[in-house]
């Protein structure tokens, strides 16, 4: 949890609430409640915020707050083309001391989501569950490929779905080919990896099964911040609500994924998540099954 | 239909048939024939390759031999990502003269596909014909942008599907995004626009609907050259095998296309092209279904 800066080609905002956990809450929250959060802000994290979570059904137990320290704040500016970004700012604050405590009341969680940290923390929180979770989804970054690899290695093996973009999923395997490097990955423990592309989609990678979800060709993206957070707390919350852990399942959970993610991109920061129903995201979801439904005959 | 000189990061190759028309014919052949070639080639072109496509029902009586020139070429070699490619020589050779004429017996065809030419020498097919087709598709690329673009919008309000890929789509509406730009592209005239994004597949738009159809994920792309083509034929072909020019027939249509588009980069030029059969296609678009099938409960 934490505060960004962001500037994109349609405007920019100085200060607005951000970080993966706000992110995966606000996505998760519309199909499963109880979300148990884990995080650490500071002093200046708005009171109106933390309540908009938890009218939402997020618990704040794991929340610490630092009474003499700022949240972190992140800074960045998007690019004509919004797949690239520049960071301008990254400003540790709390975040520098970030010893996470898994509450007693969490005990006994069924699906765990972590966000993207160091892997040394995503390990803590992992090892301080007495019981496992039935599933371990982990985010990560390149950054940690390229100053932690072996520790970052060692939690993959602990989890059960590895979500990456297409560039990190290159250098954590060193196969240019996404099928090869999908390959090598699911070699390193997790029996499901997802390869996030962006505006192009993302896989699902299985075994042998390949599975494909597109990102909603949209008029306008407007903000991409937080797109790959909602996206894996959509993920994590229709499988917590479904509590169907298989391919299949997943199938649909990478659709609604990419649906929460299709509108996280059409306001600043979560602005976007905090408004809408579930008349809004079923709507969303039909424009996906318009959007690859075809009628097969064989030749 | 020309000779092309082709590196890839997997080899190369120093002279093998190409060209438009050559992969059309094949991807198309699959599903319908006559398929009616119009085309120009030099005293080089050999024998064996002509016959090898009329022994797939490729009718030739509209491809012109010029005894004394050469064949059109074109060498190229692409970057390791294999998205990006450098032109190392263009001959025009017999191309520089091209004034295609349609036989006689072409006369009535119902499927017209204009391969990627000047805007001049597609429009000239299209004003011979004395029964309009009942689906003109034209492919085009940026190099008539920048030399042509008055020509090439005059052709463009002539037909019913047109086909380019994203870069190209930015450059002719001048809109960076790609709803955007296929509004302003589904204004110039044409009914149905296909805008492919090479591995990451292609979307089709018409009216206010779009359909996405992904790329298969390769775990080797062997050699790319061709594949829009084959797309193009494949699409067309089904089109032509099943009469039926609706939106929901073209969603087929394009998964289709990038079945065989599948096939193409999996060897050197036309070579895959040259060896499937039936229940290669068949079984390639069953994985299509897979690919991108799921059950969706809404939330």
């Not at 059409?266 to 979560?270: A, C, D, T």
């Given at each position: 949890m934490a505060f960004d800066a962001i500037e994109t080609p349609f405007g920019k905002v100085d200060k607005i609430i951000g970080g993966s956990a706000t992110y995966v809450a606000y996505a998760a929250s519309n199909f499963v409640t109880p979300v148990q959060q884990i995080s650490i802000v500071g002093y200046d994290f708005p009171k109106e915020e933390m309540d908009s979570l938890k009218k939402r059904g997020i618990e704040m137990d794991g929340v610490e707050v630092v009474p003499d320290k700022k949240s972190f704040f992140w800074s960045g500016k998007y690019h004509i083309d919004m797949n690239t970004r520049d960071t301008l700012v990254t400003d540790l604050n709390v975040l520098a001391d970030f010893n996470p405590v898994v509450p007693d009341s969490y005990q006994g969680a069924d699906f765990l989501m972590l966000g993207n940290l160091s892997p040394n923390i995503q390990l803590s929180v992992i090892d301080q569950l007495k019981k496992r979770p039935k599933l371990i989804v982990m985010d990560t970054m390149n950054f940690w490929m390229d100053i932690a690899m072996d520790d970052l290695k060692a939690v993959i093996k602990k989890v059960d779905v590895l979500l990456v973009n297409d560039g990190e999923a290159r250098q954590l395997s060193g196969e240019v080919s996404l099928v090869k490097a999908a390959k090598a990955i699911l070699d390193m423990g997790p029996k499901f990896l997802i390869i996030k592309k962006g505006e192009h989609g993302a896989l699902l990678f299985h075994e042998n099964h390949v599975f494909f979800a597109p990102a909603l060709p949209l008029e306008e993206v407007f903000d991409p911040t937080g797109a790959g957070d909602t996206f894996a707390g959509g993920f994590i919350g229709y499988l917590a609500k479904t509590k169907d852990i298989s391919f299949d399942n997943m199938k649909t959970a990478i659709i609604v994924g990419s649906a929460m993610a299709s509108f996280c991109v059409?306001?600043?920061?979560?602005n976007r998540l905090k408004e809408i129903s579930k008349s809004d995201i079923d709507a969303r979801l039909e424009e996906f099954v318009e959007l690859v439904n075809f009628d097969i005959d064989l030749v």
């Open positions: 059409e306001k600043f920061g979560p």
